[in-house]
């Protein structure tokens, strides 16, 4: 049998949105990671990085080793040092990590999977995703309850249903086989979201595994770059047709702390240039006039110097800080007729200037399913009157967060909404109940 190699890259964004990079990446010889943590800021990205310094170990030939136990192993591990950190660290409660590992013996790939990071097999220009979702979304297309088509436009497409989160969890095994000429590709899904799977077919196909690693981050950050883009590239190859093996391990996202290559690594475009500006601290540089050695002594010409510093300083990180609170704080509003609706900010003003505006509007299908549609966009309104009477005060309270949390508090919501109402004399219906004095019930269109 022809001995293979790997020829492989890793790149990774923090995207245009986030803060920091919650994703972390590893490619070597015998191994490829990718690791998409959660639980946000700092507890995530210790998560995927925890994850992928249990697995690194297993970058060597596996020889005759079972290598699904062997990943899997490692990955139970890692998941045991998530649930100690939380237990002593009790602020870090909810953080985790998707997880998707390759293990490559020379003939063919052990996989490890958890979670909704991907892995993609290009081979004779076709892409195939070799792995299944564990999402929500996922779930409602396996039932045939959802078009794949669908599931990119769904409001709870990011509610995952497995990740290391220092509890059980089953992850899938399985063997892979590889051919000379596959190439592959595991992205988390600050990839997979924005760009379509035949732009990323297309993108994969391109140059050698650097060139495509690096159009495949510019891509993403191209289509908004909302969230970490991660992404691991490898060729299989024939040993004896690769006279320039790649045998040095590459990593990235949370794992390389040399923030300023990574950003010196984007490509030069009006998007990549818009992330840099997002993500670099303002530096005001003080204009200091000369003063005459005889006006004051010394010991007392800088004080003021250094306290308008010090002044500028404080304004600068609050004005930042407060930006960036006020762009990622999103919470659950009861508006005009009861309607709920998703703003995004602070729920206060000042100087009468509201701190806030409407994002979404939330929809409420017949079936009790919650869509989140642009603002006053034509459909049926999710309102109080649609909840059980015990949550409607509740829902006037909610707390903010991310969009994310607030996605969560919606379904939650909907879980809690009333049967529709089904006239009496309407035998073809199954579902709902009789619209009668005493019996509550919503209307739905």
């Known amino acids: 049998m022809t001995a293979l190699q790997l020829n492989f890259t890793a790149a990774s964004d923090t995207g245009l949105v986030r803060s920091n990079n919650e994703d972390a990446a590893y490619a070597g010889p015998h191994l490829l990671v990718l690791a998409d943590g959660m639980g946000g800021h700092a507890a995530g990205e210790v998560a995927s990085q925890m994850m992928v310094s249990h697995l690194e170990h297993l970058d060597r030939d596996p020889e005759d080793n079972d290598m699904l136990a062997l990943v899997g192993s490692a990955a139970d591990d890692a998941n045991a040092s998530i649930a100690e950190h939380v237990k002593t660290h009790p602020e870090t409660e909810g953080m985790g990590t998707t997880c998707i590992a ?14 909704d990071s991907r892995g993609y097999r290009l081979r004779g220009g076709t892409l195939e995703q070799f792995t299944i979702d564990d999402t929500y979304v996922q779930k409602l297309v396996d039932e045939g309850q959802l078009d794949p088509d669908e599931v990119s436009s769904h409001p709870q497409k990011s509610i995952i249903l497995k990740a290391y989160a220092g509890h059980p969890v089953d992850p899938t095994l399985f063997l892979l086989d590889a051919q000379p000429g596959d190439r592959i590709l595991l992205c988390s899904d600050g990839l997979s979201d924005p760009v379509t799977a035949s732009t990323i077919e297309t993108t994969l196909a391109e140059g ?3 060139t495509a690693a690096r159009k495949l981050v510019e891509l993403a950050l191209r289509s908004g770059g909302p969230d970490n883009v991660t992404v691991v590239v490898a060729d299989v190859v024939e040993a004896h047709n690769n006279p320039r093996p790649t045998t040095a391990p590459v990593m990235a996202g949370a794992l390389n702390v040399n923030k300023d290559h990574l950003e010196s690594s984007r490509p030069d ?12 601290p303002q530096v005001i540089e003080p204009k200091v006039d000369e003063v005459d050695d005889d006006e004051e002594p010394k010991r007392f010409r800088w004080v003021p110097l250094v306290l308008a510093i010090v002044v500028l300083a404080a304004l600068t990180g609050g004005g930042l800080w407060a930006k960036n609170y006020l762009a990622n704080n999103y919470y659950v509003s009861v508006e005009a007729e009861d309607s709920l609706v998703i703003r995004q900010g602070a729920d206060f003003s000042i100087f009468g200037k509201d701190l806030n505006k409407v994002y979404q509007d939330s929809c409420l299908t017949k079936e009790g399913s919650v869509q989140l549609v642009e603002p006053e966009a034509d459909c049926t309104s999710f309102t109080l009157q649609d909840l059980q009477p015990s949550v409607r005060e509740s829902a006037k309270s909610l707390p903010s967060g991310s969009y994310d949390e607030i996605q969560a508090q919606l379904t939650r919501l909907a879980e809690n909404a009333l049967p529709v109402c089904v006239s009496g004399d309407d035998k073809d219906k199954k579902k709902g109940d009789l619209k009668s004095p005493g019996v509550d019930c919503r209307e739905a269109e």
């Open 208 to 210: 050698t595994p650097d």
């Open 269 to 280: 475009t009006a998007a990549s240039r818009a992330a840099a500006l997002q993500n670099r």
């Open 102 to 115: 390759m293990m490559f013996d020379g003939t063919q790939f052990g996989v490890c999977h958890v979670g």
